[in-house]
């Protein structure tokens, strides 16, 4: 535990006031792939942009294994606006330099420190800033369900959790999707793995979760925050679509009206293809 809080200090301490480089930060594909020819952003850039502005400076962010997309906002942040934002790619990898699809053998992420499991069991006494889940499903209050979903050929298992508790002790937690669906959007979870703003008619604060829960869910179409209520509602539109298209893929009922578009700073973009991702690991998927 103490090594791994040396090693935060010790990163944070590296990345505070320095400017990000290609140099520092590089795309896990081989150079020629590239971003998307003609300049439209493709929905894994622009799902990276969005949530790359929920992360702040000084704290640690937490990513699951297979995580593009949220590790892309993470580069994002520290190049932008929060140097000293610390990354524990899967728990394990301290601060990566190099954006790849998955911490898995065979992709290198240039990591500053690797940590091992023992140390993510004790961020999660410690406590982290922010932690990113996706699911098998998600549901209105913001429970993911990552343990398995019920069919009519039987039982679907996920992979589960290594570490459930993550998602009760850190301060908040950012979901994501790159599916719109009702499949994976639904009204409630047949499991959850992790909490959110409510559970069968009791609130967090019933249940004796102390942590904020999820700040917000991010989906190939649109922006979700929790209203008063602990329930999701669309804040942005992530791209030019028909609403009565995303009501019909959504699990749960939705306003009338579309909300306002996403917009992304030309800068963002910029930062994002020339630093983060020159590669083009991000271009898989267009709009």
Not at 72 to 91: K, M, S
Not at 255 to 278: C, G, H, K, S, Y
Request: hydrophobic letters at 40%.
């Amino acid at each position: 535990m103490f090594c791994m809080l040396k090693c935060m200090q010790n990163c944070r301490r590296w990345s505070s006031g320095l400017p990000m480089t290609s140099a520092q930060v590089s795309s896990g594909l081989s150079p020629g792939s590239g971003p998307p020819a003609g300049g439209g952003l493709t929905v894994r850039e622009r799902m990276s942009i969005a949530v790359s502005r929920e992360l702040n400076d000084g704290e640690v962010v937490l990513t699951g294994a297979a995580s593009a997309i949220p590790l892309a906002a993470c580069l994002l942040a520290q190049a932008r606006h929060a140097p000293t934002l610390t990354i524990l790619g899967a728990g394990v990898y301290v601060n990566p330099r190099r954006l790849v699809p998955e911490f898995t053998a065979g992709w290198d992420c240039d990591p500053l420190a690797i940590a091992d499991m023992s140390d993510v069991f004790s961020v999660t006494e410690l406590g982290i800033d922010v932690m990113f889940y996706g699911g098998m499903q998600i549901d209105r209050y913001g429970s993911v369900n990552l343990h398995y979903i019920r069919t009519a050929a039987g039982v679907l298992r996920g992979p589960g959790l290594a570490n459930s508790a993550l998602g009760h002790t850190a301060t908040r937690t950012i979901l994501y999707t790159e599916r719109h669906d009702r499949r994976t959007l639904v009204d409630h979870v047949d499991y959850a793995s992790v909490i959110g703003h409510g559970r069968r008619r009791r609130s967090r604060a019933e249940l004796g979760l102390p942590n904020a829960g999820p700040s917000a869910l991010f989906t190939p179409d649109l922006l979700f925050r929790p209203d008063h209520r602990g329930m999701f509602v669309p804040e942005r539109a992530m791209r030019p679509l028909r609403w009565d298209d995303v009501a019909a893929r959504t699990g749960w009922p939705m306003p009338a009206m579309p909300p306002q578009a996403f917009e992304a700073d030309p800068d963002e973009v910029q930062t994002l293809r020339r630093f983060i991702d020159p590669g083009g690991l991000l271009a898989d998927r267009r709009t």
